[in-house]
């Protein structure tokens, strides 16, 4: 029977985590109404020949308009965000709810909507951050937000103002063990880091180069195991985020050797970026500055091995925007600081996809299949917005990107839609580019340029983790 669509996409080639496949797609009230040949009218048609169908990705690690400490502020908001986001590919974001030491849970999260509520062009749903983990927020808030789709939460092992110790990470493991959350974990071992950098600030070692050098990959290693062994002890899965090279991954895969349910994450700067980008005493080695550091050449092809063997469930850009030349960014005040001074953080929300198609699918290290599923898939199941996120199937949303594999396109700052005054990855060129995205089924990105709207994206409550 012949039914009349809102949208329909024609002659794409669809891809998704598992399969290839020619077919039209019928679009009925921002949901996937059907898929098939000769579905019937619609009041827009979309001849996508030529190009593939992708879910809309989604990055499930990204900071914006983060309330920050010491004049710092982050040069992105939910709408220069998202909008960097939707011309890059994603439809969806999963920024994070920070908790204030000091503040309650509930308080984060309902500054949080205020600040995403009316400017997002893309749907998005929160982690949240647990900074403070009181026996009012372990007993009756962190369980009561969970319930009400707060399903997962990150927890940092360093940084003065949102570190956990120990017990505290126990604790809170323990409470996503009862309510079945899950616990992303920022793995670097804090005094190691601080006694590392007042030995280079002694000896005058300050310029951005010894970011690096003040955080090896041994401190990232040690907390990883750390993080694991927590994970063994509560008998509950956790998540390590931006995992940047080989110590990391030996113990993530010595974890799973075990059996454990250890997933992790990577972003491109591990694949893209050097420590020589931290500059040789320049300061502007401090638009690349972010923590962990990059690593060395032979780390990247780590990451890389990693993707193609699946060490890792998630990829996402870890988007954290602070301006260059900005008084509230890397210049604090308008003065170039010492490198522990410096916010860490880089832009990456319009260019993670496109950084990994070009060099993992066009390159021959990762199938397009491999691609869609770190991207988008699992992703949407950990974070539990699957199947209503991250695949393209009836019932689902219709986030659709239309990529042109074959698009040569070189990364100019200025072609970006964030707000950010640089990208770590100007002059850089790729194959491959989504030349359209639909954000249920509304075209909010076309050819680089942002068609969409504030306010039109929809906050989602999240569902318990769907496991790998
Ligand atoms: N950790 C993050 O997850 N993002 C930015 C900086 C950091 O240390
Ligand atoms: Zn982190
Ligand atoms: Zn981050």
Not at 95 to 105: E, M, R, V, W
Not at 136 to 148: A, G, S
Not at 281 to 299: E, F, H, L, T
Request: glycine share 8%; with cysteine.
């Amino acid at each position: 029977m012949s039914q009349h669509f809102d949208l329909l996409v024609i002659n794409a080639k669809i891809v998704t985590a598992s399969d290839k496949f020619q077919a039209d797609i019928g679009v009925i009230d921002g949901k996937i109404a059907a898929l098939g040949k000769n579905l019937g009218t619609a009041t827009q048609i979309v001849d996508a020949s030529g190009l593939l169908a992708l879910p809309g990705g989604v990055d499930a690690h990204c900071h914006l308009d983060q309330p920050q400490d010491f004049g710092l502020r982050m040069a992105d908001d939910f709408l220069s965000g998202s909008r960097s986001a939707a011309c890059g590919g994603t439809t969806t974001i999963i920024p994070f709810a920070a908790q204030i030491k000091g503040q309650s849970l509930q308080a984060a999260v309902t500054d949080y909507h205020q600040r995403a509520q009316d400017k997002s062009c893309i749907d998005y749903a929160f982690h949240m951050i647990v900074s403070d983990p009181t026996p009012e927020v372990l007993k009756t808030e962190l369980p009561r937000l969970i319930r009400e789709g707060y399903t997962s939460f990150k927890v940092y092992m360093t940084y003065d103002d949102l570190k956990l110790n120990d017990r505290q990470i126990l604790d809170v493991l323990d409470v996503a063990r009862q309510e079945g959350a899950l616990v992303m974990v920022h793995a670097e071992n804090s005094d190691c880091i601080g006694w590392l950098t007042d030995r280079l600030v002694s000896e005058g070692k300050t310029t951005p180069q010894y970011h690096g050098v003040s955080r090896p990959q041994a401190v990232e290693r040690e907390a990883t195991h750390r993080a694991i062994t927590f994970s063994e002890l509560v008998d509950v899965p956790i998540l390590i985020v931006h995992v940047s090279g080989r110590e990391a991954i030996e113990q993530i895969r010595w974890a799973h050797g075990r059996g454990q349910r250890i997933y992790a994450e990577t972003c491109p700067q591990y694949l893209y970026l050097t420590e020589d980008d931290l500059g040789h005493g320049d300061y502007d080695g401090a638009k690349c500055i972010c923590s962990p550091p990059p690593r060395d050449r032979a780390n990247q092809q780590v990451v890389w091995d990693g993707l193609q063997h699946n060490v890792f469930a998630v990829f996402s850009s870890d988007h954290a925007p602070f301006g260059y030349d900005d008084p509230h960014g890397k210049k604090l005040r308008g003065v170039e600081q010492k490198f522990h001074h410096i916010p860490n953080g880089i832009p990456g929300l319009e260019t993670r996809l496109p950084l990994l198609f070009s060099g993992g699918v066009k390159e021959g290290r990762i199938s397009i299949h491999q691609f869609v599923a770190v991207t988008s898939t699992q992703p949407a199941k950990l974070y539990g917005l699957y199947p209503r996120k991250g695949s393209l199937m009836v019932g689902s949303d219709a986030d659709i990107a239309l990529w042109d594999p074959d698009r040569e396109v070189t990364i100019h700052n200025q072609m970006l839609h964030h707000n950010v005054d640089y990208t770590p990855y100007e002059g850089q060129t790729v194959t491959g580019w989504p030349v359209m995205t639909f954000s249920r089924g509304r075209l909010v990105a076309k050819n680089f340029e942002f068609l969409g709207q504030a306010g039109t994206g929809e906050f989602m409550s999240c569902g318990k983790p769907m496991l790998l």
